[in-house]
């Protein structure tokens, strides 16, 4: 034990052969079960507790457990550190650890390396007893160095074996220790880290994880000639570190909504995993439905019986709770629905980032649905959205949507810690008598607006119908009554847009080119923006938090610039390809609302590769748009 | 307070209610429908037992009796095809204080809703379940429902259905955490009045085969179930349906029943051809989710508050 150090120190001293850099991306790929993620997520938390900036992105393969050393079995994560604030997933890969040699071709398919890339590679399937293998990971070596891979053979296996009997479970706690040394992570910080992961574990389980941590940092710092320093962030507040699902757990923690009724589905079920542990000692429960459409049946008869509760699910349970959500439109029910997006369209890219669920949430259920959508383009929105979404949903009687996608639902990113206030928490179920001349829809003529009675309310009782009805909640099928009330529902989007603010440009508020985006892509697009213009680059970009109803005065920033694109994670077609022109192109879903909305030319420029978007695609995407318009002006 | 002494006078209930306190507006099924005879001997329990009307809730799907909520002075939610099970749920899950009924037709239980209503059996919330059962689809004008004999001729089969019919006791007795299953008929109107009130007196899911004339579209079957009492059989025994001594005379066929006994009530749902009226089974045993649900009501802001602050705490930096 005692050969290895009790603490790493607090600050490094950035030498000459390593100076301290802003900022390092650091993949960590493995089989699928060999626990890539758990260390990975467990270095991004101790960055992120020493004060580093930092974004997580997983690796999912689309199985639990696919055959061992293939591409399909690469299982992983990425973890982009910084000295600043960091906001997405960055471009290429400096650093990667890869468990065997196969897995790494994965990532090679996704471009995920650059020239120059270190590799750390477990060498032991170099004297692997299969020839086969053998002859497999010398080709990889050769292949790696084609392109121009730094590899670094390590004896990973070898070494776990020193501290513990099997290094089958245990290898990335190892190589989390050798990560804790290369990027110069405080070691108690890292082994109190080690406890938090297993806390569910016993003692044994967790005493062998901490010798396999130290054991990694000590074989590094005794052979390894370079680190990779990163200072802190300077000045920081309290902080805490999460994904998206998990704020999304905490923000219905904060809510006080107290019936999360959901079914599981990939990407969206782990913040009810979330919820699980602690839900019960604040008051509220899970409620784990048959299916999807019970899912939200179930929530609307919680919503109608007094509590606003939230249905958490991703595109294709959004298509099965179709049926309910028109009903809560028309019977004016609040109720939260998340829809963590997955790549469709069907089961699609079920592990994989899309923002393609905007136009089937906006209109896909039959008839008018006026609703209200949010979309949140940060981990900390992911958080503070729920607690509005709830609000909205109560004041406006409204069903209300919530946006985010799978690389908001993985990635972790550390921001300030909420601060709780009561303001935030629902108010309790109002049993008091209904006043008896009040009808259970009172609409307010000019805001559509009306109060609802809750049963257990004296006086206050009706019989909700999903036909349509009057003030009155009966049934009726009197012509103006329905264009009456019809307009009401559309009214309450009307009233809801007026108080909303016009969103800000992020850069300057004219100019060549701007980016509209929404969501998850914020942080590439902002940080590829920024770079742009310090190139004296004249283009701005937009982000939208409110989809339905849009924010007030995009026309009035919009005809700011000479060309408006937005920039989307969905398909659209290629306005390169021969058979598509302008009549009948078909538009990325974003574009296509603005499109209407303004009735500006709004391009875009959007791909569904699954992918995160990266800073530097964006770059050369906006530069040669931006070539295009200097061309156009000669 | 002639003839009232006084000191009696603290016992009087703040409020009676009196049947038009359920009665809202005039039911618009046909003439001879099923359904009318229900709706009445419903009202006539609420005012027997005296529930609430604010604190009673009738949920329904969709269909000629999914209607029912429009009917009664309480609350009600007339809510979607097949949907009746997970709403009604929802609002009884973590509302103890709630009086629920749930209205349901053949097509929306046995048909479209048929995997909620499995799902609902399992859960054993407590709520009076009415499973309107005319063997046809009515308010779409006569098709074939799940529950139809074989050789129903409808606009859907008009050669004749070709497929065996569910029978909803025998569906209901085989799922798990099963918890009371009766069967009555609309045209004997004590029997059906003591079997609602025997459900709902259970406390869980109290399922009642309510079988139902459709004068409209299935006439052909009036005459054999009102007609015929040959296979019409009382089940006997301790299944908490209180009738007179006249009415069970008024039966000429009675079998004593256990109805703790599930293989025997099974046994008994395994002869469609025979219509046992009473309790096929109950268990006020059986797990009941509604008081999970209701297991952690109340928590002030507070307590909320200090419960986020713990769960942060874990992932503060």
């Not at chain 1, 196969?102 to 995920?112: D, N, S």
């Not at chain 1, 990163?230 to 570190?241: H, L």
């Not at chain 2, 459709?214 to 908490?240: A, I, R």
Request: proline share 6%.
């Amino acid at each position: 034990m005692n050969q290895y150090p009790k603490t790493g120190k607090d600050t490094f001293q950035a030498t000459e052969r390593d100076p301290v850099i802003r900022e390092h991306i650091v993949e960590i790929v493995s089989d699928s079960g060999e626990g890539a993620q758990k260390c990975g997520q467990s270095f991004a938390a101790i960055s992120a507790k020493m004060g580093n900036g930092v974004w997580t992105v997983e690796i999912i393969p689309a199985e639990i457990q696919p055959p061992a050393r293939t591409i399909e079995s690469a299982s992983g994560i990425r973890i982009r550190l910084g000295s600043r604030k960091i906001t997405n997933m960055g471009d290429e890969v400096d650093l990667v650890v890869a468990l065997n040699e196969q897995v790494p071709y994965a990532r090679i398919l996704q471009k995920a390396f650059r020239k120059g890339t270190i590799m750390l590679l477990e060498s032991k399937w170099s004297s692997d007893e299969s020839e086969y293998i053998r002859t497999q990971y010398a080709k990889a070596l050769d292949d790696f160095e084609k392109i121009g891979l730094k590899i670094i053979q390590i004896p990973m296996e070898v070494e776990c074996l020193k501290v513990v009997k099997s290094a089958k479970k245990g290898k990335n706690m190892w190589v989390l220790g050798l990560l804790c040394y290369v990027y110069d992570r405080n070691l108690e910080i890292a082994r109190n880290q080690v406890r938090f992961t297993f806390r569910t574990k016993s003692e044994d389980v967790i005493e062998s994880n901490i010798l396999l941590l130290d054991a990694g940092y000590q074989w590094a710092a005794d052979n390894l000639d370079f680190r990779f320093p990163i200072s802190p962030i300077e000045t920081r507040e309290d902080m805490v570190v999460m994904n998206g699902n998990e704020a999304i757990g905490f923000g219905v923690l904060g809510a006080g909504i107290e019936v999360c009724s959901m079914y599981p589905i990939t990407p969206a079920t782990s913040a009810s995993h979330m919820l699980a542990e602690c839900f019960h000692e604040s008051g509220g429960l899970i409620h784990q439905a048959e299916d999807e459409i019970a899912a939200i049946g179930f929530a609307i008869g919680s919503s109608y019986a007094g509590k606003t509760p939230i249905t958490i699910t991703s595109g294709p349970g959004i298509a099965l709770k179709t049926e309910f959500i028109g009903l809560a439109a028309m019977a004016e029910l609040p109720l939260v629905i998340v829809d963590v997006q997955r790549g469709g369209p069907s089961t699609g890219l079920p592990t994989k980032v899309e923002q393609g669920d905007l136009l089937a949430v906006l209109y896909g259920q039959p008839g008018d649905t006026p609703k209200i959508v949010l979309a949140a383009s940060t981990i900390e929105e992911c958080f503070h959205f729920v607690i509005l979404a709830r609000k909205i949903a109560e004041s406006f009687r409204t069903p209300v949507f919530l946006l985010t996608d799978a690389n908001l639902a993985t990635g972790q990113q550390p921001f300030p810690r909420p601060n709780a206030v009561k303001d935030w928490f629902s108010p309790p179920v109002d049993q008091s008598p209904w006043k008896k001349d009040v009808p259970p829809y009172d609409w307010n003529e000019k805001t559509g607006l009306s109060r609802r009675p809750i049963p257990g309310q004296p006086f206050g009782m009706y019989t909700l119908t999903g036909l349509a009805h009057n003030e009155i909640g009966q049934v009726s099928y009197d012509p103006e009554n329905n264009q009456k009330t019809s307009a009401y529902r559309s009214k309450k989007l009307v009233t809801f847009r007026n108080t909303l603010n016009p969103p800000q440009v992020f850069g300057d508020p004219e100019g060549d080119l701007l980016i509209v985006g929404w969501g998850s892509t914020r942080g590439a697009i902002e940080e590829a923006i920024e770079d742009l213009r310090d190139e004296g680059m004249s283009v701005s970009s937009l982000h939208l938090r409110f989809l339905s109803p849009l924010e007030p005065g995009l026309k009035e920033i919009f005809i700011k610039f000479r060309k408006v694109m937005t920039i989307e994670i969905n398909y659209s077609d290629d306005p390169d390809d021969p058979a598509i022109g302008k009549e009948n192109r078909r538009y990325a879903q974003l574009a296509w609302v603005l499109r209407a909305e303004t009735l500006i030319d709004v391009d875009c420029f959007s791909n569904v590769e699954g992918q995160p978007l990266r800073p530097g695609n964006l770059k050369m995407r906006i530069r040669r748009e931006l070539k295009e318009l200097e061309q156009k002006v000669k | 307070m002639y003839g009232i002494r006084p000191e009696l006078l603290d016992e009087f209930p703040e409020q009676y209610y009196c049947l038009e306190d359920y009665e809202k507006v005039a039911a618009k099924w046909c003439p001879g429908c099923g359904d009318h005879a229900v709706l009445g001997n419903i009202q006539k329990l609420c005012r027997d037992e005296q529930l609430n009307p604010a604190k009673t809730v009738f949920v329904s799907g969709i269909g000629c009796s999914s209607r029912f909520p429009h009917y009664m002075k309480t609350y009600g939610f007339h809510g979607l095809h097949g949907r009746a099970f997970p709403v009604a749920s929802g609002i009884k899950w973590r509302r103890p204080d709630l009086n629920v009924f749930v209205i349901t037709g053949d097509g929306d239980c046995c048909s479209i809703g048929a995997g909620a209503w499995i799902h609902a059996i399992r859960y054993n919330i407590d709520m009076t379940v009415m499973l309107f059962n005319n063997e046809i689809y009515g308010l779409t004008k006569n098709q074939t429902s799940p529950t139809s004999r074989i050789g129903t001729v409808s606009s859907t089969t008009p050669l004749g259905s070709v497929l065996p019919p569910i029978h909803p006791i025998q569906t209901t007795l085989g799922v798990s955490n099963v918890s009371f299953v009766a069967q009555t008929v609309d045209w004997n109107p004590p029997h059906l009045y003591a079997t609602l009130k025997a459900a709902y007196k259970h406390k869980g899911f109290s399922f009642i085969h309510i079988l139902q004339r459709c004068p409209k579209f299935q006439s052909g079957l009036v005459d054999q179930y009102t007609g015929n009492k040959e296979n019409l059989y009382l089940l006997t025994g301790n299944d908490g349906v209180e009738l007179s001594d006249s009415m069970k005379a008024s039966f000429k066929n009675k079998v004593e029943h256990n109805a703790n006994d599930i293989y025997a009530a099974r046994t008994l749902a395994e002869q469609p051809d025979r219509i046992y009226l009473g309790v096929f089974y109950r268990n006020p045993e059986a797990r009941r989710y509604d008081e999970y649900g209701a297991s952690n009501l109340g928590f002030t802001v507070d307590q909320k508050i200090s419960a986020l602050n713990k769960e942060l705490d874990k992932f503060a930096v």
